[in-house]
């Protein structure tokens, strides 16, 4: 599903738009997943930020390593869900993930997730992504 937030983006089709936000969520997704430091700083806006986090609202720089330090053994994602505004994605969807935190291996139960994409110079950046449910 597709929601348009304004009209400049009409010019696009809605397919488009899913899959670019989708493409755009699994990307990221894999590159956490495969501890690409190089790709995650790329990916990653320079005001990026999570705020349903162990220690609270967190910047780029702490979420960072905090993604490259834990341990994700599989995922899946379903139940892509799109709003667009001309540079502005944002990503709803279901994610069942088998990983380690801290140590400890977190229940594998699908939970909400949101992923909001900015469209700056250099292509699209993930500016801020969190649990829709809480882990801790």
């Known amino acids: 599903m597709t929601t348009f937030l304004s009209n400049p983006i009409m010019a696009q089709t809605k397919s488009n738009l899913q899959e670019e936000g989708e493409r755009l969520t699994r990307q990221f997704w894999e590159t ?3 501890k690409n430091k190089v790709e995650l700083e790329k990916i990653l806006a320079p005001n ?3 705020a349903l986090h162990k220690t609270g609202v967190v910047n780029k720089a702490t979420n960072m390593a ?5 341990k ?5 994602l379903t139940g892509f869900n799109v709003a667009a505004t001309e ?7 279901m ?3 088998i990983q380690t935190i801290d140590g400890k291996t977190l229940p594998s ?3 909400g ?3 909001v994409w900015t469209k700056s110079k250099s292509g699209w950046q993930l500016l801020a992504h969190d649990y829709l449910k809480p882990l801790f």
């Open 32 to 34: 956490v997943k495969t």
């Open 48 to 50: 990026y930020q999570s």
């Open 66 to 70: 905090d993604m490259l330090g834990d």
């Open 72 to 76: 994700i053994d599989a995922y899946e």
């Open 87 to 93: 540079n502005t994605l944002v990503v709803t969807y």
């Open 95 to 97: 994610a069942k993930v």
């Open 109 to 111: 139960k699908s939970s």
């Open 113 to 115: 997730r949101i992923s």
